[in-house]
């Protein structure tokens, strides 16, 4: 229990990192204005793609407390 708790807290981590920096170039008017539009909506389904994944992780952290 313990280690599959452990696990989750890394892989929380992970996504937590990911998602700031798919924040950050979200973010960034010049990335925003010189990205074409498909990498742009491609950072913006990652981005919404680690939110359900991170809300997931903590659902389940909070089931194993």
Do not use: H
């Amino acid at each position: 229990l313990e280690a599959k708790r452990k696990k989750l807290m890394e892989e929380e981590e992970k996504l937590v990192s990911l998602l700031q920096q798919t924040k950050s170039r979200l973010g960034d008017q010049n990335f925003l204005n010189k990205a074409p539009g498909s990498i742009v909506d491609k950072e913006k389904s990652k981005k919404e793609d680690l939110e359900q994944r991170l809300a997931k992780i903590k659902k389940n952290l909070e089931a194993l407390k």
